[in-house]
Antibody
Framework: EVKLVESGGDLVQPGRSLRLSCAASGFKFDDYAFFWVRQAPGKGLEWVSGLNWNSAKTAYADSVRGRFTISRDNAKNSVYLQMNSLRPEDTAFYYC????????????????WGQGTLVTVSS | DIQMTQSPSTLSASVGDRVTITCRASQSISKWLAWYQQRPGKAPKLLIYEASSLESGVPSRFSGSGSGTEFTLTISSLQPDDFATYYCQQYYTYPITFGQGTRLDIK
């Protein structure tokens, strides 16, 4: 069974940093791309960042480029989102998702999602 | 960035109805479009990928069509579980973008 579990969400002050983790299990981790998608309370889905299967390609939304960094550790079957210089508008549930297509360089749809972790940025 | 526009934003329907949701892209995305269902408090669920391919395990009452800039999601006969919010997503190029969502309510 494919399973993705996010962790690391917290209440933080503006300007501070936070690192989210996504632990994966039930499949061959290093064949897949991963994405982070966020959803502010009561709002729609916003794609945040993506990382392809071999870490050769990363991509970011304009709203987070330069502040957020996506990475992966294939030995730990985990994906991370390092979030720096956090702003109140970054407040959201953050979902980790798996790319549907194996070993793809570019973007793909997401066929598995975690349950989300809540990040609240407020003083 | 490619803008995705869904219509309508809200749709009221009854069990057994046939409903269609439209998604328009601001430029051609070929067939690189997905549809997701999201129930309150839950993660999104992939329904359709590559515009018209049904994800494994998804009921056949869901179907997708379109290419280029115009796409539709059709639910042939609404079931109680289908009342949720639906999002389209383009993955033709980065940044990936979503439509604003269509909330499907019980009439």
């Amino acid at each position: 069974e494919v399973k993705l579990v996010e962790s690391g969400g917290d209440l933080v002050q503006p300007g501070r940093s936070l690192r989210l983790s996504c632990a994966a299990s039930g499949f061959k981790f290093d064949d897949y791309a991963f994405f982070w998608v966020r959803q502010a309370p009561g709002k729609g889905l916003e794609w945040v960042s993506g990382l392809n299967w071999n870490s050769a390609k990363t991509a970011y939304a304009d709203s987070v480029r330069g502040r957020f960094t996506i990475s992966r550790d294939n030995a730990k079957n985990s994906v991370y989102l390092q979030m720096n210089s956090l702003r109140p508008e970054d407040t959201a549930f953050y979902y980790c998702s798996r790319g549907r297509t194996r070993r793809i360089v570019g973007p793909t749809s997401s066929d598995s999602w975690g349950q989300g972790t809540l990040v609240t940025v407020s003083s | 960035d490619i803008q995705m526009t869904q219509s309508p934003s809200t749709l009221s329907a009854s069990v057994g109805d046939r409903v269609t949701i439209t998604c328009r892209a601001s430029q051609s995305i070929s067939k690189w479009l997905a549809w997701y269902q999201q129930r309150p408090g839950k993660a999104p669920k992939l329904l359709i990928y590559e515009a018209s391919s049904l994800e494994s395990g998804v009921p056949s009452r869901f179907s997708g069509s379109g290419s280029g800039t115009e796409f539709t999601l059709t639910i042939s006969s609404l079931q109680p579980d289908d009342f949720a919010t639906y999002y389209c997503q383009q993955y033709y190029t980065y940044p990936i973008t979503f439509g604003q969502g269509t909330r499907l309510d019980i009439k």
